[in-house]
T-cell receptor, first 111, second 113 residues
């Protein structure tokens, strides 16, 4: 079965650079979520999209933005990167009656 | 605001033991509860999903129970194996569409050969 696909798997950026993370949800899933997981921490919700419209916003910095496109893939754009942005970034998709399916994540390292 | 707590934070057991991981949540108005497994530096793998109307779910050696009224869930692992070593996270989903999960901090399980 198709899973949630995230790219790239690993990303190294310098401070103040910009990064774009991509997510391809499971077909027919209507909601996409982005989470950030710092070292030794539980995942923290950033933002979600329901049927391509932003639905909820969590602890997402103003330097970050996200959108969902007509083909349902989503991108998380991160600008003016800081050392503290180094983390695992997960995308997940779901249908209301079903559980979440998470992607394998993108490991972002800011140097 | 929903808070999810997992006890213990870490657990080490010898191979073959049965064990129970605990999860509690403060707001009983949940849509469902999901247990995940996470290996170091890896993604989250869904283990079991329990809808709010269900009491338990089973998959192989895993059994998860849900007592919504008391705000508790347990994950029972039978005949533990070294390959079960990982961090186990529970997460609750509130009612309504497009609602994000609230995660517990996880239980780090080590099964010793």
């Amino acid at each position: 079965a198709a899973g949630v696909i995230q790219s790239p798997r690993h990303l190294i950026k310098e401070k103040r650079e910009t990064a774009t993370l991509k997510c391809y949800p499971i077909p027919r899933h209507d909601t996409v979520y982005w989470y950030q997981q710092g070292p030794g921490q539980d995942p923290q919700f950033l933002i979600s999209f329901y049927e391509k419209m932003q639905s909820d916003k969590g602890s997402i910095p103003d330097r970050f933005s996200a959108q969902q496109f007509s083909d349902y893939h989503s991108e998380l754009n991160m600008s003016s990167l800081e050392l503290g942005d180094s983390a695992l970034y997960f995308c997940a998709s779901s249908l209301i009656s079903y559980g979440y399916t998470f992607g394998s994540g993108t490991r972002l390292t800011v140097v | 605001k929903q808070e999810v707590t997992q006890i213990p934070a870490a657990l080490s057991v010898p191979e073959g033991e049965n064990l129970v991981l605990n999860c509690s949540f403060t707001d009983s108005a949940i849509y469902n509860l999901q247990w995940f497994r996470q290996d170091p530096g890896k993604g989250l793998t869904s283990l079991l999903l329990i809808q709010s109307s269900q009491r338990e779910q089973t998959s192989g050696r895993l059994n998860a129970s849900l007592d919504k009224s008391s705000g508790r869930s347990t994950l029972y692992i039978a005949a533990s194996q070294p390959g079960d070593s990982a961090t186990y996270l529970c997460a609750v989903r509130p009612p309504g569409s497009a609602r994000q999960l609230t995660f517990g901090s996880g239980t780090q399980l080590t099964v010793l050969p």
